[in-house]
Each structure stands twice: as C-alpha cells, then as structure tokens.
C-alpha cells in the first residue's frame, strides 16, 4: 500500500484508491468542491483511534465518524490495511454494525462500504482490532472519497510496566568527603515486564545502573552519597529512565 497523505490532504495523490469505488457510475454529473483542495471533503472524528490495555485475540472496538463538509452529497469509504488485525464495519442507521457486502474482514484490505452522505452528515463506522499478541501496534485507515485518499492512524499500547519507587531517599548528616549509603526497592506493579536507567548526579551515584523486572518482582538498589563540601542536598537528583521491553 503506498504512503497516503494525513488527515491534511495532498493534491498530488488526491486520485489515489479511486479504483475501490466500483459501484461510482462514470455518467454520474461532476459537482464543483466548496472544500479548498488541502483540507479533506469529510473530517474524521476522532483524528486518531487508540486502543489500550488489550489482550491476545480479545477483539477492542472504537467508533469512527465521518463528516461531509461539502455542501453536496459526497461518497466516502474506508479501507483497512492488508494482513493487519484491522477490521471495519460500516454501522446502520440504528447504530448496529452492517455485515457483508458492507464490511470488511480483517486482512482483506477491501473497502467498507461505499456511502453517499448528505451535506452535514456523517458516516459511522465500527473499527475492530483483534490482535494476536500485546505489542504495540499501529497502521493507518484509508478513507477514500470521490476527491482524495487519506489516512487515520490507527495505534495499540499494549501493557506496561510500572515501577514503584519510594518518595524520597533522605540520608543522615555526612561530613564533607566521606560516604554514606542508603537502599531502597524498586517494585513492577505494571501489568508488563519493565526495563529501566537509574541516573544520579554527583555527589550522589546510584547502583544498579539499570534492571528489568517481571511482573510483580523487586529489585534492592542502593544511592551512594559523597558530598565534596558541606551544605544540604534536597534538590532532585536521581533519575528514572524507563524504556520499553
């Protein structure tokens, strides 16, 4: 499938897809557009569709409208990507959701259903991801109208870790050059296996430089403190950096 413009249009590929309106008769009259060519015929609602928290092959629904902001009837479809997870369904004018020859299964990469909508009115459609594992994910809808493709993103979060840190490390009065230590735990109360940095600016050092725990495990870290000259420190110095995995 190749690269479509965002949800701003382009007019160098506003001719792209129109092949998926099969049922468009070619006598059909031209209207004239009152859209300016950089902004799309029908605005999608959300901009964006994000599922989270989902689990394998347990299916997450999201609705999709789109809005005719011509002032003419206009024909819109969408088109879920190929050998994705993604399935659209055109929903009726009960709000119940149209099988076939409207909708799409997923992996088909066919469009769903091809809707002339009135003026001010919008195209409701059912998006349905099922996904075989709990990684992230993400692809894009293509929403074809009689003057332009483009696309929604379509993006899956899976499940994070999240580590429980403690408030605060105080230590007790330390003498300018000598050390002090203090431990502490670190939790993963996520729902995910967390990989992490920790990061201290001197005086202070941190160990271990970093860790990954499974869910529910516990780690021991330890800050090491050596102050070069007396005064307090209350200022934030350790650093969390968490990274995906």
Same mark, same amino acid.
């Given at each position: 499938?190749?690269?479509?413009?965002?949800?701003?249009?382009?007019?160098?590929?506003?001719?792209?897809?129109?092949?998926?309106?099969?049922?468009?008769? %070619?006598?059909?009259?031209?209207?004239?557009?009152?859209?300016?060519?950089?902004?799309?015929?029908?605005?999608?609602?959300?901009?964006?569709?994000?599922? @989270?928290?989902?689990?394998?092959?347990?299916?997450?629904?999201? @609705? +999709?409208?789109?809005?005719?902001?011509?002032?003419?009837?206009?024909?819109?479809?969408?088109?879920?990507?190929? @050998?994705? &997870?993604?399935?659209?369904?055109?929903?009726? $004018?009960?709000?119940?959701?149209?099988?076939? &020859?409207?909708?799409?299964?997923?992996?088909?990469?066919?469009?769903?259903?091809?809707?002339?909508? %009135?003026?001010?009115?919008?195209?409701?459609? /059912?998006?349905?991801?099922?996904?075989?594992?709990?990684? *992230?994910? $993400?692809?894009? +809808?293509?929403?074809?109208? #009689?003057?332009?493709?483009?696309?929604?993103?379509?993006?899956? /979060?899976?499940?994070?870790?999240?580590?429980?840190?403690?408030?605060?490390?105080?230590?007790? =009065? !330390? &003498?300018?050059? =000598?050390?002090?230590?203090? /431990?502490?735990?670190?939790?993963?109360?996520?729902?995910?296996? $967390? !990989?992490?940095?920790? @990061?201290?600016?001197?005086?202070?050092?941190?160990?271990?430089? %970093?860790? #990954? +725990?499974?869910?529910? #495990?516990?780690?021991?870290?330890?800050?090491?403190?050596? &102050?070069? !000259? %007396?005064?307090?420190?209350? /200022?934030? *110095?350790?650093?969390?950096?968490?990274?995906?995995?």
């Amino acid at each position: 499938m190749p690269a479509l413009p965002s949800t701003q249009g382009a007019a160098g590929r506003k001719h792209a897809y129109r092949k998926y309106f099969k049922d468009v008769d %070619a006598s059909e009259p031209k209207v004239a557009c009152s859209i300016p060519e950089d902004e799309p015929i029908f605005q999608p609602s959300p901009p964006e569709i994000h599922f @989270q928290g989902y689990a394998p092959f347990q299916t997450c629904e999201a @609705q +999709l409208c789109l809005r005719n902001n011509d002032k003419v009837p206009r024909r819109v479809s969408v088109v879920a990507p190929k @050998q994705l &997870p993604i399935a659209v369904q055109p929903l009726g $004018a009960g709000g119940a959701a149209q099988g076939a &020859p409207g909708g799409a299964a997923p992996g088909d990469g066919v469009p769903a259903g091809s809707h002339k909508v %009135a003026p001010g009115m919008k195209a409701a459609f /059912t998006v349905s991801f099922c996904p075989e594992d709990d990684r *992230d994910f $993400a692809c894009g +809808l293509v929403v074809v109208t #009689e003057r332009e493709a483009f696309e929604v993103p379509v993006r899956g /979060t899976g499940p994070r870790g999240v580590l429980d840190f403690p408030d605060d490390i105080a230590f007790p =009065a !330390t &003498p300018a050059h =000598a050390a002090a230590s203090q /431990t502490f735990l670190v939790t993963n109360v996520g729902a995910a296996r $967390a !990989t992490f940095e920790l @990061q201290a600016r001197p005086p202070f050092a941190v160990r271990p430089a %970093a860790g #990954e +725990l499974a869910l529910g #495990e516990v780690v021991r870290c330890c800050v090491d403190f050596r &102050p070069a !000259t %007396a005064g307090a420190r209350d /200022t934030p *110095d350790l650093d969390t950096v968490p990274r995906d995995g």
